[in-house]
């Protein structure tokens, strides 16, 4: 039979899977001989068998419940309801991974109207008795219960008014009393029955509200920022309650081993004296510093001060505790490893090896690579955002805090920034047309669209902030303000803040702190490759990308997207001719005068590349991406092109696709243009000779063919790219090898990856499509499923931005076993946006390719995800 | 080493693969002792490998064919280019399907300018001897060295016209040598080179143009209509000369053992004295019938009835032979199976049984289940067709023949229509709206979409014609006219034809037979459903097609879609109420009108299948697909819903999906509006208490979820379904089981069949949406890229149309096999458009489904084609 529920004295810190990081932690810290009040935990399983046995708690585990209940009386020598001895506890939720402030907690349980008095004979304390009981009532209202704890608030301020009491504490007993006496009536008026006067009654609802609050709408909110699946469940930790508010000898505090802000090895935090946690939290009265204590109670500080030493030499690692003390008494409520700044996170990683604490690879395992991106980016000030006004949520799309005043469109933005302000593009969605104001902008906040839409994607290329896909704003581009759904306007100009790492949007300007990296910083990156088996490439279409990249640590170009090339002005209207070419001889003119300049943005790129590798991807999207689509702009090109403007509309309209991203695009467009693909192959293969004839590191192009779902179509694509380019290289008279490969981002070819192997050098997963038609969703389309969905608990996080390994994850591993059966030494990589995930790093580390490829400011966290990855695997 | 090469006798019929169906038949009459002249086969396998080596005949095959040769001249005692005693021989492709008048011929092959004089000589007749040598030039240089065949015909003129000569019989020798000089002369100015005297050179450039045919265009064409694989290639056959057209003791004809229209058994076919097979197709003399053939030459003909006889029994099957009459000696040519029109295949096969010739099994694999489309559907009387004037083509979508007035509108057509005119519906693309005008229609026209977009699958539904995709016509629904490539225009009111069954579009009207389901078809198909272990259901959302579908052998229904049902004016009315309700509570209110229609339509469709399962698929299409697209019908919407027209178009612009096949959707409908999930579900069930407790076959509903990607997607839906079912059943008193399954459609869903099994009772391919996604291609906006894709050689033919079972094979196998793992009794079945396809319909048979289901007139193809899978898997 399952064991439910365990005593502290049962467990250990490695049983945080059972028990919860904070049960795990009361039972490691019991067994080390802390001083920690003595409890049970029941466990997880509990939790999840509760949802599935239809929110109920089953008999058995009931059972066991009350036997560790009597067994721990037994060993506090106290009882539940007992009112001359009564035992009082607390009950806290606690789930595998730390999850603050999410759940719910109840304190002084096992308070009735009898317990009460024996409680005040046996303190002689009778306010304190009377304010614990007070405090139950409400949390127990509050949190089992769901009564609103307004009722509350509002019948105590009434109390304290008629007694003329300006504090809490300057309410005597008899007006605890009195505020205890309207609570029950609260209660019952609000519920149509007493208040459950059984400890018993009181200590499973209790644990029924925290495996409840393990879904409440934050809750799960949480665990989808945080990765954390919502099968886990929370372990409920049951722990008699010590008491901080008994007296000028008693107090609660909490504190770190290290400044979690800076790294500082100094023991930082701060206590209250006769106060309980929740007085901290409310910040009625200023705590004190931690050092402080050392003067007022010098024992009790002293032997604080050890044990936490002692506990961070025992985690190896930074502590956050909360303690006691209870007349004079230092007790031990909770120790866990302390959240801390990206910093400070540097900063204790790399001090703690010198120390002798952890090894360089300890070090590494206990960072959080999506930390970097706060290192990376501007953040805000944390004093600045307190104050902010929050007006929506979108999602965080592109790391980096940003304000500035709303523009609609590219133009008007460019035309702002140019006569220097500070501009934030905000659209219903991007499109390559909108490149040059997301250049000058801030940030970029659009209306529609996941965490992999044009303006996600390239916000991120950029190192840009943005928030995309902020469905509750009302949007109106062209008469150039947005409305929040309480009805806020915000026009053009007008100031507003993006939050790009929370995704969340405040109204105004918010102070921002730069990003800046320390020695610290390289100090990881440079144990992160001592470690990594996988290269980190990035994914890059200009110079500027490419070098910053290449400082952040890149080892070459995953995936450089051609047509990123095209929107300068004049090769943009070269681009477009070719589109609306009658012939091939017409297409071939325009074509023509592309070359140079892609033959030149590819030379800029192998030499910013110092000799890595760099595999650009042949044209893409479909072409009417590159046509605009409203009357006025069509008119004007028309004019340009020096064509009838209906005659331009028909090819707009003959090109208009119903499902363009299964459309005519990527390959298909070398397949029905192979002029295209000569092209582009010419002004590569060019490029690469120039940069060789010039000296330095000898450049090996990789040509990377997009789209394909059939061996024949690649083939014909590769017979064209290698007829080129053999001619050109046999011109030039030297020697060059060059690679041709494809993406992987269609099922079908990852399907019969066996035959395309034969003719791909490489592999490129392309998982973003990959993922969109394994799943049958648009990232583009998908912001109004997924909410519906994460709300229903269907999904957890968007599969879009977290590779899915169970699905998308089969097929890559279906296509990376038959690649290899075919081509064992054939290079696989992935330069999906999943490049730069962490967990889909590790994934990609488990099927042993050579290379993840991101966007230039996620090539840190993607080092020491590999890293990580790297050595996992090794164990 | 490889054999390439093959003599007739060392051949036989099984070698069809190798030697082609001509030259196996060939050497099985060789050895029959058949009077056939003698040569040898060169083999598909040189063909394929001519192509592998970059269109060059490897020495090793070209020694063997050398080789090969000598030891023929030996036989026949005659050499190649030997003037005195000239061997002569005749080359002809000959693949392993019959592709009648796909590839080339030629003939007379050995003469030159010495070896013309020999025959001259050898024969007694030098007019003979220059004939045959000028058709040789004739044929050799348009063939081989393609020079246009009117250069040659000119001169032929002018000779004759000098020389007074009306017919070619009136031209002398001397006419003939003439001609033969200018002959020469056409091909040294057109080659720069004079014509090849040697005849080994006139061989291998002959043998090389053969290969070269099997690549051209009408070749691919061909072989995509007929679903024959490019990989095949043809084999060439070297065959000694014999002639018809050596005095009037020669003769030619092709005959068949059965009449190939009626399938009547009588010797049917024709032959010209004095003439070679090009006479007789250049029809300039009129042949004679077969039977004449008993009172010209009684022995001949008693000869030739015999052998025709010998060989329908040897090959058990109706025969088509050709055959030569040199100085009164018959030579067989070639013998194959007859082509034949479905009636006459039906009669032909029953009969064959009848006859004791075919066993019932052999009989049902010789038919070919794709010709009872002939049967089930109009036809143009083929008479009329011969003068019709073809306009366009487009995709065959929907089989049957039309003719009528082309309308633009659903709305223009209805009209005519109710005036008694016969219409025809043409459109850009089809959408929901256009339903009551595709009714009415004779036929439906369109410029965009493929084999499985809107007006395809509605029209096979409907059983009516349909080509698609007729890309190159420029249509303008809102002018009302249309236009061809070269100028034509035809305005609303003008006449055309359409040929469903083959895509072609003609101008003016064509005389249409009318289908007839002969007794010999009933026959046939109740010796498939002897044989076939799959059931066949259909897809059917109407009484009127569950009913055609039931006469036509269906055996349940396998999709209902149940947005069909929603289209009727004031059903759509309350469903758009539906669509932009703004509560729950409104969303309720609408649901509730849809309620009552949607449970008539349950309770008709189980009415009409007697007991036969019926699965019913919830709502699927994005909901903005009921709305209006257009400013008119968006203002007079909004006035019949009482709502202004701007918050109208902004409910329409926010359902805007930029990709909506990969949108909001199937059961993502139901995931965030669980409302009509429970409104379908209880019209389903409720539907179904009611039609069983009326009394007859019990009615087993199979609720079918679509687009489901994830197990606790389909869950949350099933588990809305359940409790509506239940309830509705538990309230009724009565028992009645049902069954709730999804489609497999998305590829995850396949990948994690196991995972979807422990919920779904049953998965339906959708193999529509599958290989969609799978490919990355969608079929509305695949026909641009198709054409490319042929021509190139990259697709043999529509994977929307025809089931990839490399690819998409490949998921449906593994979510087979991992659908079973989990649940071993799972019933599966395939409801896309493939389930009317015989090729997918065998590979369904592999994976050994419970059913295919098919639009109701496919139903018999698939019964035939599920017989033909199911005798030759117990092979």
Same mark, same amino acid.
């Given at each position: 039979?399952?064991?439910?529920?365990?005593?502290?004295?049962?467990?250990?810190?490695?049983?945080?899977?059972?028990?919860?990081?904070?049960?795990?932690?009361?039972?490691?810290?019991?067994?080390?001989?802390?001083?920690?009040?003595?409890?049970?935990?029941?466990?997880?399983?509990?939790?999840?068998?509760?949802?599935?046995?239809?929110?109920?708690?089953?008999?058995?585990?009931?059972?066991?419940?009350?036997?560790?209940?009597?067994?721990?009386?037994?060993?506090?020598?106290?009882?539940?309801?007992?009112?001359?001895?009564?035992?009082?506890?607390?009950?806290?939720?606690?789930?595998?991974?730390?999850?603050?402030?999410?759940?719910?907690?109840?304190?002084?349980?096992?308070?009735?109207?009898?317990?009460?008095?024996?409680?005040?004979?046996?303190?002689?304390?009778?306010?304190?008795?009377?304010?614990?009981?007070?405090?139950?009532?409400?949390?127990?209202?509050?949190?089992?219960?769901?009564?609103?704890?307004?009722?509350?608030?509002?019948?105590?301020?009434?109390?304290?008014?008629?007694?003329?009491?300006?504090?809490?504490?300057?309410?005597?007993?008899?007006?605890?009393?009195?505020?205890?006496?309207?609570?029950?009536?609260?209660?019952?008026?609000?519920?149509?029955?007493?208040?459950?006067?059984?400890?018993?009654?009181?200590? &499973?609802?209790?644990?029924?509200?925290?495996?409840?609050?393990?879904?409440?709408?934050?809750?799960?909110?949480?665990?989808?920022?945080?990765?954390?699946?919502?099968?886990?469940?929370?372990?409920?930790?049951?722990?008699?309650?010590?008491?901080?508010?008994?007296?000028?000898?008693?107090?609660?505090?909490?504190?770190?081993?290290?400044?979690?802000?800076?790294?500082?090895?100094?023991?930082?935090?701060?206590?209250?004296?006769?106060?309980?946690?929740?007085?901290?939290?409310?910040?009625?009265?200023?705590?004190?510093?931690?050092?402080?204590?050392?003067?007022?109670?010098?024992?009790?500080?002293?032997?604080?001060?050890?044990?936490?030493?002692?506990?961070?030499?025992?985690?190896?690692?930074?502590?956050?505790?909360?303690?006691?003390?209870?007349?004079?008494?230092?007790?031990?409520?909770?120790?866990?490893?302390?959240?801390?700044?990206?910093?400070?996170?540097?900063?204790?990683?790399?001090?703690?090896?010198?120390?002798?604490?952890?090894?360089?690879?300890?070090?590494? &395992?206990?960072?959080?690579?999506?930390?970097?991106?706060?290192?990376?980016?501007?953040?805000?000030?944390?004093?600045?955002?307190?104050?902010?006004?929050?007006?929506?949520?979108?999602?965080?799309?592109?790391?980096?805090?940003?304000?500035?005043?709303?523009?609609?469109?590219?133009?008007?933005?460019?035309?702002?920034?140019?006569?220097?302000?500070?501009?934030?593009?905000?659209?219903?969605?991007?499109?390559?047309?909108?490149?040059?104001?997301?250049?000058?902008?801030?940030?970029?906040?659009?209306?529609?669209?996941? &965490?992999?839409?044009?303006?996600?994607?390239?916000?991120?290329?950029?190192?840009?902030?943005?928030?995309?896909?902020?469905?509750?704003?009302?949007?109106?581009?062209?008469?150039?303000?947005?409305?929040?759904?309480?009805?806020?306007?915000?026009?053009?100009?007008?100031?507003?803040?993006?939050?790009?790492?929370?995704?969340?949007?405040?109204?105004?300007?918010?102070?921002?702190?730069?990003?800046?990296?320390?020695?610290?910083?390289?100090?990881?990156?440079?144990?992160?490759?001592?470690?990594?088996?996988?290269?980190?490439?990035?994914?890059?279409?200009?110079?500027?990308?490419?070098?910053?990249?290449?400082?952040?640590?890149?080892?070459?170009?995953?995936?450089?997207?051609?047509?990123?090339?095209?929107?300068?002005?004049?090769?943009?209207?070269?681009?477009?001719?070719?589109?609306?070419?009658?012939?091939?001889?017409?297409?071939?003119?325009?074509?023509?005068?592309?070359?140079?300049?892609?033959?030149?943005?590819?030379?800029?790129?192998?030499?910013?590349?110092?000799?890595?590798?760099?595999?650009?991807?042949?044209?893409?999207?479909?072409?009417?991406?590159?046509?605009?689509?409203?009357?006025?702009?069509?008119?004007?090109?028309?004019?340009?092109?020096?064509?009838?403007?209906?005659?331009?509309?028909?090819?707009?309209?003959?090109?208009?696709?119903?499902?363009?991203?299964?459309?005519?695009?990527?390959?298909?467009?070398?397949?029905?243009?192979?002029?295209?693909?000569?092209?582009?192959?010419?002004?590569?293969?060019?490029?690469?000779?120039?940069?060789?004839?010039?000296?330095?590191?000898?450049?090996?192009?990789?040509?990377?063919?997009?789209?394909?779902?059939?061996?024949?179509?690649?083939?014909?694509?590769?017979?064209?790219?290698?007829?080129?380019?053999?001619?050109?290289?046999?011109?030039?008279?030297?020697?060059?090898?060059?690679?041709?490969?494809?993406?992987?981002?269609?099922?079908?070819?990852?399907?019969?990856?066996?035959?395309?192997?034969?003719?791909?050098?490489?592999?490129?997963?392309?998982?973003?499509?990959?993922?969109? &038609?394994?799943?049958?969703?648009?990232?583009?389309?998908?912001?109004?499923?997924?909410?519906?969905?994460?709300?229903?608990?269907?999904?957890?996080?968007?599969?879009?931005?977290?590779?899915?390994?169970?699905?998308?994850?089969?097929?890559?591993?279906?296509?990376?076993?038959?690649?290899?059966?075919?081509?064992?030494?054939?290079?696989?990589?992935?330069?999906?946006?999943?490049?730069?995930?962490?967990?889909?790093?590790?994934?990609?580390?488990?099927?042993?390719?050579?290379?993840?490829?991101?966007?230039?400011?996620?090539?840190?966290?993607?080092?020491?995800?590999?890293?990580?990855?790297?050595?996992?695997?090794?164990?």
């Amino acid at each position: 039979m399952t064991k439910y529920v365990y005593m502290f004295t049962e467990g250990n810190a490695g049983m945080k899977n059972l028990l919860g990081g904070k049960g795990a932690n009361l039972a490691e810290m019991t067994g080390l001989g802390l001083p920690v009040p003595r409890g049970f935990t029941i466990s997880t399983e509990a939790c999840t068998r509760y949802y599935e046995d239809g929110k109920i708690i089953a008999a058995e585990i009931e059972k066991e419940i009350f036997e560790t209940l009597a067994k721990t009386e037994e060993n506090v020598g106290k009882k539940l309801g007992d009112a001359r001895n009564p035992f009082l506890v607390s009950v806290r939720s606690g789930a595998r991974a730390s999850m603050p402030g999410m759940m719910d907690t109840i304190l002084n349980l096992g308070l009735n109207d009898e317990v009460v008095k024996g409680l005040a004979a046996l303190t002689g304390n009778e306010r304190f008795a009377y304010d614990s009981y007070r405090r139950f009532i409400t949390m127990f209202s509050d949190v089992v219960m769901e009564i609103d704890k307004s009722k509350y608030e509002k019948v105590f301020d009434a109390v304290k008014e008629e007694k003329g009491a300006k504090l809490d504490t300057d309410l005597d007993a008899e007006g605890m009393k009195e505020v205890v006496r309207r609570y029950l009536s609260v209660y019952q008026v609000n519920k149509g029955e007493p208040f459950p006067q059984d400890p018993k009654i009181q200590l &499973m609802e209790s644990v029924k509200a925290v495996f409840r609050s393990w879904n409440n709408e934050r809750a799960i909110l949480y665990r989808r920022m945080n990765d954390i699946p919502g099968s886990w469940g929370t372990a409920v930790n049951i722990q008699e309650m010590v008491y901080g508010n008994m007296g000028d000898t008693s107090g609660t505090g909490v504190a770190f081993t290290r400044n979690p802000a800076t790294g500082e090895k100094k023991l930082y935090g701060e206590f209250l004296m006769n106060a309980q946690g929740e007085d901290v939290v409310a910040g009625i009265r200023t705590p004190q510093t931690i050092d402080q204590l050392a003067s007022v109670m010098p024992e009790v500080y002293e032997q604080f001060a050890k044990t936490a030493e002692k506990l961070e030499n025992h985690y190896k690692d930074m502590q956050d505790m909360e303690f006691t003390i209870e007349r004079g008494q230092l007790f031990m409520l909770q120790t866990r490893n302390g959240k801390r700044t990206a910093a400070a996170a540097m900063k204790v990683a790399v001090d703690m090896v010198k120390e002798g604490l952890n090894t360089k690879e300890e070090a590494i &395992m206990k960072l959080d690579p999506k930390q970097l991106d706060a290192l990376l980016h501007p953040t805000f000030d944390p004093a600045a955002l307190k104050a902010a006004t929050p007006i929506s949520r979108g999602l965080p799309a592109s790391p980096g805090a940003a304000s500035g005043e709303v523009y609609f469109s590219a133009e008007d933005a460019t035309k702002a920034a140019e006569e220097g302000k500070k501009v934030l593009l905000v659209r219903l969605e991007t499109s390559p047309e909108d490149l040059a104001g997301m250049n000058v902008a801030q940030g970029i906040l659009t209306g529609r669209g996941g &965490m992999t839409s044009h303006a996600a994607v390239v916000a991120r290329g950029m190192g840009k902030c943005c928030v995309s896909g902020c469905s509750d704003l009302i949007i109106k581009e062209e008469e150039k303000y947005f409305q929040t759904p309480d009805g806020k306007r915000f026009n053009e100009g007008d100031c507003i803040s993006l939050d790009g790492t929370t995704g969340i949007v405040y109204s105004g300007n918010i102070a921002t702190q730069e990003a800046s990296l320390s020695g610290d910083f390289r100090t990881i990156m440079d144990w992160s490759d001592e470690f990594r088996t996988m290269k980190v490439r990035t994914n890059a279409d200009t110079v500027r990308d490419a070098n910053v990249a290449f400082e952040l640590g890149a080892q070459g170009i995953g995936l450089c997207r051609t047509e990123h090339m095209f929107f300068e002005e004049e090769r943009i209207f070269a681009f477009r001719q070719m589109i609306v070419a009658k012939s091939e001889e017409a297409r071939r003119k325009a074509l023509a005068k592309i070359l140079p300049y892609q033959q030149g943005g590819f030379e800029g790129l192998f030499k910013a590349m110092k000799g890595y590798p760099v595999t650009i991807r042949l044209l893409d999207p479909p072409l009417h991406e590159f046509l605009p689509q409203n009357a006025d702009d069509i008119e004007e090109l028309a004019g340009a092109l020096n064509m009838r403007s209906c005659d331009l509309k028909d090819i707009i309209e003959s090109l208009h696709e119903l499902n363009p991203m299964l459309g005519h695009r990527g390959c298909r467009l070398a397949v029905t243009y192979p002029e295209i693909a000569e092209m582009q192959t010419t002004a590569i293969i060019a490029a690469a000779i120039a940069v060789n004839r010039e000296g330095g590191p000898k450049v090996i192009p990789e040509i990377m063919i997009p789209l394909v779902c059939e061996l024949k179509e690649l083939k014909f694509v590769k017979d064209i790219i290698v007829k080129t380019a053999d001619a050109l290289i046999a011109q030039s008279g030297i020697e060059m090898p060059y690679h041709v490969g494809t993406m992987i981002e269609i099922p079908r070819a990852a399907l019969t990856a066996d035959e395309i192997a034969t003719e791909a050098e490489f592999f490129s997963f392309g998982t973003n499509d990959l993922t969109q &038609m394994t799943y049958g969703l648009s990232r583009d389309d998908a912001g109004k499923i997924l909410d519906a969905y994460y709300q229903k608990k269907i999904f957890e996080s968007d599969p879009t931005a977290r590779l899915d390994t169970v699905g998308v994850g089969k097929l890559m591993q279906i296509a990376t076993e038959a690649g290899r059966k075919t081509r064992p030494d054939i290079k696989l990589g992935i330069c999906g946006e999943h490049g730069g995930d962490p967990s889909s790093v590790h994934f990609c580390n488990t099927l042993n390719f050579s290379y993840v490829s991101c966007s230039p400011f996620r090539v840190p966290i993607a080092r020491l995800a590999a890293a990580q990855a790297a050595i996992l695997q090794r164990k």
